[in-house]
């Protein structure tokens, strides 16, 4: 929404650095946007700003992007000047899945990635497609996506790995299993390639720290010595963590449609990647 340093929504990119920096100060596993960075901007100012979150998520190392797979109507020739026109780093940062048949992911045939700018310098990508029931209801997500050779994480699995470090994807019929670098497995329950989502109770969602804008940029200006100010969130709220910034405000239109009403999207990465993480599963009972 409105915030006095960054206006109104969409911020401007350069607005993101000192909210970035101060994240980053607290030493995060990992950053994960659930905003998309697809236009070029079209401002001189606009364009300083894309090259400057550009080389921020270069020089900070722990920032993932968003990128989205759609799949839509198209000719031959189209789908073959998408694929061609598709950055080597995108390939470069793709994920290895063993017997990716098994779970039956879904073809996608167009792949939109951030500006240059930020592409080309990321070391991290993620993917925030929405593909709800045929409802429209968010019960199931899919954890990997692919298009053409690219497969990518979804941003809750992207999490998950900057916490407990994945060392090896297997497809399984009825389930994806996950070796960690410790040399554990876990073994995520999926129908038909997708994790049945595991909802919290009110009380509990709102066990998942949540921390405005507002409160980062104080935050940031009480540690540069903005007089009056005062510190609101310790940079070592962050340590360790997967940190998903996103947007909540209704103009922003990112609210999905749940079981329990709308959450805003971020909401349900949070959910998605906290199921991963504590292991709380739901598995459908046997026909019988």
Do not use: C
């Not at 899945?97 to 167009?110: D, H, R, S, T």
């Not at 996506?145 to 060392?167: E, N, R």
């Not at 070592?236 to 959450?263: C, E, L, M, Q």
């Amino acid at each position: 929404g409105n915030n006095r340093e960054f206006g109104r929504w969409p911020w401007k990119r350069s607005s993101y650095a000192p909210l970035l920096d101060m994240v980053a100060s607290g030493g995060p596993n990992l950053i994960l946007f659930d905003i998309m960075f697809f236009e070029i901007s079209n401002t001189q100012e606009g364009l300083a700003g894309d090259v400057a979150l550009g080389e921020i998520t270069e020089r900070m190392g722990v920032v993932s992007h968003s990128v989205q797979f759609r799949k839509d109507d198209l000719r031959q020739e189209e789908e073959k000047a998408i694929l061609e026109s598709i950055p080597n780093q995108l390939r470069n940062l793709s994920t290895t899945l063993e017997n990716p048949e098994k779970l039956n992911l879904k073809k996608y045939n167009i792949l939109q990635y951030p500006i240059d700018d930020i592409t080309l310098r990321a070391n991290h990508l993620h993917s925030v497609t929405y593909d709800p029931d045929a409802d429209g209801v968010a019960r199931r997500i899919s954890l990997l996506f692919q298009y053409d050779t690219i497969l990518l994480p979804s941003l809750s699995l992207k999490g998950f790995d900057a916490v407990k470090k994945i060392q090896s994807l297997k497809g399984r019929t009825n389930d994806l299993e996950i070796k960690l670098q410790d040399g554990s497995v876990n073994y995520v329950p999926l129908e038909n390639g997708k994790m049945r989502l595991h909802y919290y109770s009110r009380s509990e969602m709102e066990n998942i720290p949540r921390y405005s804008v507002a409160q980062v940029i104080e935050s940031y200006q009480f540690l540069a010595g903005v007089p009056n100010t005062t510190l609101k969130i310790d940079p070592s709220s962050f340590t360790g963590k997967a940190i998903i910034i996103g947007t909540s405000a209704a103009a922003t239109h990112d609210d999905k449609v749940t079981p329990y009403g709308n959450r805003p999207g971020f909401l349900l990465h949070a959910v998605a990647m906290s199921n991963l993480l504590e292991k709380h599963f739901l598995h459908l009972s046997p026909g019988w």
